[in-house]
């Protein structure tokens, strides 16, 4: 079945620095889904990525789709402390349901 | 409040009790999910409803029982369940099964703990 893969697990920044975090995916998508859950809370969707290729920025937050649709990014620059928690990728293959990455647990030490 | 909110937020059960988890949106989505969130797996996939349809059932076992009496509702019934079964149950919504361009709307979780 598809698998989708997040690396890394764990990330610890200080605050400022960047971050990013990637997505792969073991057949091709037609479309990848980012959500970001804080410590005690549940995942809050972010974005939706659909065409090859894709770039979306919101903020300081950047999402990018490959372009073969098997692999995608999100990249945060100057980390706050507010952008601590979890974030998952989420893709779909077509006609199939969304499978969720494993998540990087970002730590942004102040 | 997210638009779908779940009852109770906090449930400590017996593996010989049966209970119920509650879930409900207002949101006008034909999608309903149930997700198992534990510390050690991603999120797990276990039903999904679409127009009060069950559409997939994740080879879960039959101590858990979904149940959509229309499209606004979900419940989850549990009996006979195992300590292993502590997780956190995340029910979720879609516009529809393609996850529309607003993604899932989740609530904020019930919080099961078997003893």
């Known amino acids: 079945g598809q698998q989708v893969m997040q690396i890394p697990q764990y990330q610890h920044v200080q605050e400022g620095e960047d971050f990013t975090t990637y997505c792969n995916s073991s057949?091709?998508?037609?479309?990848i889904q980012w959500y970001k859950q804080r410590p005690g809370g549940h995942p809050v969707f972010l974005i939706q990525?659909?065409?090859?290729?894709e770039v979306k920025k919101q903020k300081r937050l950047t999402f990018q789709f490959g372009e073969a649709k098997k692999n995608s990014s999100l990249h945060i620059t100057a980390t706050q402390t507010t952008d601590v928690g979890t974030y998952f990728c989420?893709?779909?293959?077509?006609?199939?349901?969304?499978?969720f990455g494993p998540g990087t647990r970002l730590s942004v030490l102040p | 409040e997210t638009g779908v909110t779940q009852t109770p937020r906090h449930l400590v059960m017996g593996m010989t009790n049966k209970k119920s988890l509650k879930c409900e949106q207002h949101?006008?989505?034909?999608?309903m999910y149930w997700y198992k969130q534990s510390a050690k797996k991603p999120l797990e996939l276990m039903f999904v409803?679409?127009?009060?349809?069950?559409?997939e059932n994740n080879s879960v076992p039959s101590r858990f029982s979904p149940e959509c009496p229309n499209s606004s509702h979900l419940f989850l019934h549990l009996h006979t369940l195992q300590p292993e079964d502590s997780a956190l149950y995340l029910c979720?919504?879609?516009?529809?099964?393609?996850?529309?361009?607003?993604?899932?709307?989740f609530g904020s979780g019930t919080r099961l703990t078997v003893v």
């Open positions: 949101l006008g989505h034909n999608a």
């Open positions: 989420a893709g779909r293959n077509y006609g199939q349901n969304f499978v």
């Open positions: 409803y679409s127009l009060e349809e069950r559409v």
């Open positions: 979720a919504s879609s516009q529809d099964l393609r996850g529309g361009n607003y993604g899932y709307t």
């Open positions: 990525l659909v065409k090859s290729g």
């Open positions: 057949t091709t998508l037609s479309n």
